[in-house]
């Protein structure tokens, strides 16, 4: 994981968790999700795709919610396909 950040309510649209919630910068965020989810998180918007990051936000099991931000790499090398390629595996087996 890379940083926190929060959000104040005035930056958020209508449809999004209420309150100041916590973002949490992760490399691989359909790693992140799985992980969550085998740990008791619930998905409350699943990723979405934006032109510079993905975003999701989730409950954790004690009611806490939290988004997960990854940002888009535009330029992959070979090396990073095939850990893709691993990746859907894994979280295919979520």
């Given at each position: 994981?890379k ?6 309510e ?5 449809d999004s ?13 359909d ?6 989810k ?22 954790d ?12 790499n ?12 691993a ?8």
């Amino acid at each position: 994981m890379k940083k926190l950040e929060l959000m104040e309510e005035s930056e958020k649209e209508n449809d999004s968790p209420h309150g100041t919630r916590i973002q949490i910068e992760v490399d691989s965020i359909d790693e992140a999700i799985c992980k969550a989810k085998n740990n008791g998180a619930m998905i409350i918007r699943d990723k979405m795709e934006f032109d510079d990051f993905y975003l999701a936000y989730l409950i954790d099991p004690v009611g806490i919610g939290f988004g997960l931000i990854q940002k888009i790499n535009k330029t992959l090398v070979k090396s990073d396909i095939q850990q893709t390629g691993a990746l859907i595996k894994q979280v295919e087996a979520c």
